[in-house]
């Protein structure tokens, strides 16, 4: 028989974000994480099914970050509406550092507060207050609907250090993850954020190798 009326390939389709420096943290390994991406993956070689749709460097400063956040999550979705919505998914994956992290964490949700540790880059340091007002009050959680817990599994019997979380703090990786987790409800995508340690606790190979396998996992498993 032919190919005639088969079902198209399924392709995901990844656009990736990683932070500059921050208060405390004067080179932040996502930044070189993602800015390193796409040439790591062409060497690797790319898994099946898996495109790249971009690679974004946002500022570590809450209010400032929105524009170019919906900038580039409006844009996958311009592009999501060429494409045959049974043939290609699209996630958002988000990478921060937690400083103080001795092991990969997959967050599995956000919460609608900001209260910064710190002052970001423009010196906002919010108490209490609600990242998005009209979602209510600062209890209010939203989830991923990706499989964290098969994610973290398959993960760590590649031999990676990793685990699940519940708390994704609520400085602007909170804050991000939030926006991106209502943004991507309202319109069909995924979103997932995944916290890394500094560099000098899990050396810069290793943590491209996880991004890399973690990008695999998604394309094939999710």
Known sequence: MGSEGSPAAVTTTVHVTGFKKFHGVSENPT??????????????????????????????????????????????????????????????????????????????????????????????????????????????????????EELTKILTSKGYNVMTSDDAGRFVCNYVYYHSLRFSEQNGIKSLFVHVPLFSTINEETQMQFAASLLEVLASSC
């Open 31 to 148: 930044e070189t994480i993602v800015n390193n991406l796409m040439e790591y993956l062409k060497k690797k070689g790319l898994p099946k099914g898996l495109v790249i749709g971009s690679c974004n460097i946002l500022e570590t400063a809450g209010e400032r970050v929105l524009d170019r956040l919906n900038n580039t999550l409006q844009s996958a979705i311009t592009s999501k509406e060429s494409e045959s919505p049974s043939s290609n998914r699209i996630i958002w994956l988000h990478f921060g550092v937690n400083s103080g992290a001795t092991r990969f964490a997959i967050e599995r949700q956000a919460v609608n507060e900001a209260t910064f540790r710190c002052p970001d880059e423009t010196q906002w340091k919010p108490l209490k207050e609600p990242v998005v007002s009209s979602d209510g009050p600062i209890t209010r959680i939203r989830k991923t609907t990706l499989p964290v």
